[in-house]
C-alpha cells in the first residue's frame, strides 16, 4: 500500500461510508430540519431573508437551496474538524467517569454537534451576518431573526442532526487518533 492510500484510508475519503459523504448528507439533513423549524415560525425566514442577505429576490424555492448548500458546506467544515486527530481524540477519548464512559462514538458525536451548532449560531448570524448586511446594504434582511430563540433552537437541531446523520454514516472505528492532547 502506498503512502497516498494510506492517508485516504486513515479519513475515510475511499469509500462511500468517509467523512465527506456523511458530513454532506449530515448538513443538507440538518439544513433541513432546521428549515422546517424556521418555516413552521416564519416561513419568509426560508423564502425572503436568506435570498435577501445576498441581494437576491426571493422567487420559488432559492432560499431553501441557499439554505440546503449553507448546510452542506457547514456539515463539510463540521466532518474535517471532527476528523483531524486533536478533536476525534477527544471524542473517543475513554474517560474515567460513570456517565461518560457509558456513551457511545454516535452519542458523543452528537453532543459535538450539538456544540458546532451553538457555535454557528453565536458566528455566523450573531457577528458576521449584521456585519454582511451593512455591507451590501440590502434592507431586505433587515428582519432576519438573529438572536431569537428559534433561531438558536434551530442552529442546535441542525448541529445535532448533523453529528447522528455523520455518525450513522460514517465509520470512525478503525480511526486511532492516539491521545489527543499530548504533543
Not at 1 to 13: H, P
Not at 41 to 68: C, Q
Not at 74 to 103: C, D, Q
Amino acid at each position: 500500500m502506498s503512502a497516498e492510500s494510506d492517508t485516504q484510508s486513515a479519513v475515510g475519503i475511499e469509500n462511500l461510508s468517509g467523512w465527506p459523504i456523511g458530513s454532506a448528507l449530515g448538513g443538507a439533513i440538518g439544513a433541513l430540519a432546521f428549515g422546517l423549524l424556521m418555516w413552521v415560525y416564519d416561513p419568509d425566514t426560508v423564502s425572503a431573508a436568506i435570498p435577501g442577505i445576498y441581494g437576491l429576490d426571493p422567487v420559488g424555492v432559492v432560499g431553501w437551496g441557499i439554505h440546503i448548500v449553507h448546510g452542506i458546506l457547514l456539515g463539510l467544515l463540521f466532518g474535517l474538524l471532527v476528523t483531524r486527530n486533536v478533536f476525534l481524540g477527544v471524542i473517543m477519548t475513554s474517560p474515567e467517569t460513570g456517565a461518560l464512559s457509558r456513551t457511545g462514538l454516535t452519542l458523543r458525536l452528537i453532543g459535538a454537534g450539538f456544540v458546532f451548532g451553538l457555535a454557528i449560531w453565536a458566528i455566523l448570524p450573531l457577528l458576521v451576518l449584521p456585519v454582511w448586511i451593512e455591507a451590501i446594504g440590502t434592507g431586505t434582511a433587515t428582519e432576519f431573526p438573529t438572536t431569537a430563540i428559534e433561531s438558536m433552537l434551530g442552529h442546535v437541531i441542525f448541529g445535532s442532526v448533523l453529528g447522528l446523520v455523520f455518525a450513522l454514516v460514517t465509520d470512525l472505528r478503525s480511526r486511532s487518533p492516539g491521545t489527543p492532547l499530548e504533543g
